[in-house]
Structures are given as structure tokens and as C-alpha cells.
T-cell receptor, first 114, second 114 residues
């Protein structure tokens, strides 16, 4: 079955540590996105990528980094520079957003800093 | 000003009521529009696309007004299962060679009571 897989579902991190969230899709989608959602709030765009080896900063990129070495994969690293990293992280992909195709989401990773 | 704005609610209405959600977007270059539904602690899922001509799917009707930069969603004969957060979504492509951004509103929470 095609879809987007995020792992792990729950992640605990000590303050000051970097952590990488995985996002893999087998939908052959070109575009991939990372969002952050805080309790009771909407989704805020962290980074997005239209093609391999290219990505752009979203609205809240500070303290995060990404790579897009393969079409299927778009991992997000939460660095120690991110001051308030505890949140629900959602990865999405879209076949062709320029033509108005919708985004499909993974099930999310809940990151907690302890 | 936020790129996509929604009334955060919450809306608390009785079963069978008609509910209307509104959303405005600030960038006139926005190309495509959607409504997503998000259940508690789950990923967002596509509810319906939004077209200038309006579109209907059962009890749900979506409308786009490009001149006013306004999107609406109407739910008729609401059911208990409609309780969720409804997210307005806009796709924006800044330039021909630019990647497309998928931007979410903050969401409107809906609770249907028996």
C-alpha cells in the first residue's frame, strides 16, 4: 500500500540533543513538507521541498534542518538551537501542488523534550 | 497579517444544525484551496477541494470567492461524527520556478452535541 510513513510515533529527547525525525513516502510524490503543530493550534510550515536536492525554509525554520537526497525521503533534524521543540510534527507530500493536488500526511511524530 | 485566517471557534452546536466556517487568505496569487478535517491527536485528512463554481459533497458545500479572497465551508444536518477541527488550506506558488507552499489556517474546532 502506498503512503507516508513517519517514525518514530513518539520521541523523547534530552535538552541540548539533536534528534532526527524520519519521513518516507512511496507515492512517487515530488513535493514534501514538514509542519509543526502545538496544542490547540494550526500547522506551521517548517521546511518544504519541490524536488530532490532542493528545499526552502518555511515560516519557522530556525532551529531545524532538512535534507532531500532521495525523492522518497525528507528527514527533519531538530537541533539544540530550537528553544521549544516539544510539539507534534507532521510530514506531508503532494504529487504536484502547482496543479492543485492535495497533500497527504503521515501519522505524525510527537516529540517531547525531557 | 497571517497568510490564512480562520475563526478559531470553538463552535458548539446541536445535532442537526447547519454550521458555516469562513476563511480569508491574504495573497491574491494563491492558486488552490482545500478544507481538511483533523480529529484529536490525528493527522489532517482532505475533506474537499474548493472551486470558484462551488462544490458539494453530500452535506458539505464549499465555496471560493477570489475577488474577496474568501473561502467557506457549510455543513448541513450536522452529525455527532462531524466533531473535529476544520482547517482551511491554500496552495501558493510565488513564481514559475518556485516551489509551492501549502499553508494551513489555524483551524476551527467544532463540537456537535446530542
Amino acid at each position: 500500500d502506498g503512503g507516508i510513513t513517519q517514525s518514530p510515533k513518539y520521541l523523547f529527547r534530552k535538552e541540548g540533543q539533536n534528534v532526527t525525525l524520519s519521513c518516507e513516502q512511496n507515492l512517487n510524490h515530488d513535493a514534501m513538507y514538514w509542519y509543526r503543530q502545538d496544542p490547540g493550534q494550526g500547522l506551521r510550515l517548517i521546511y518544504y521541498s519541490q524536488i530532490v536536492n532542493d528545499f526552502q525554509k518555511g515560516d519557522i525554520a530556525e532551529g531545524y534542518s532538512v535534507s532531500r537526497e532521495k525523492k522518497e525521503s525528507f528527514p527533519l533534524t531538530v537541533t539544540s538551537a530550537q528553544k521549544n521543540p516539544t510539539a507534534f510534527y507532521l510530514c506531508a507530500s503532494s504529487i504536484d501542488p502547482m496543479r492543485g493536488t492535495e497533500a497527504f500526511f503521515g501519522q505524525g511524530t510527537r516529540l517531547t523534550v525531557v | 497579517r497571517k497568510e490564512v485566517e480562520q475563526d478559531p471557534g470553538p463552535f458548539n452546536v446541536p445535532e442537526g444544525a447547519t454550521v458555516a466556517f469562513n476563511c480569508t487568505y491574504s495573497n491574491s496569487a494563491s492558486q488552490s484551496f482545500f478544507w481538511y478535517r483533523q480529529d484529536c491527536r490525528k493527522e489532517p485528512k482532505l475533506l474537499m477541494s474548493v472551486y470558484s463554481s462551488g462544490n458539494e459533497d453530500g452535506r458539505f458545500t464549499a465555496q471560493l470567492n477570489r475577488a474577496s479572497q474568501y473561502i467557506s465551508l457549510l455543513i448541513r444536518d450536522s452529525k455527532l461524527s462531524d466533531s473535529a477541527t476544520y482547517l482551511c488550506v491554500v496552495i501558493l506558488t510565488p513564481g514559475y520556478s518556485s516551489a509551492s507552499k501549502i499553508i494551513f489556517g489555524s483551524g476551527t474546532r467544532l463540537s456537535i452535541r446530542p
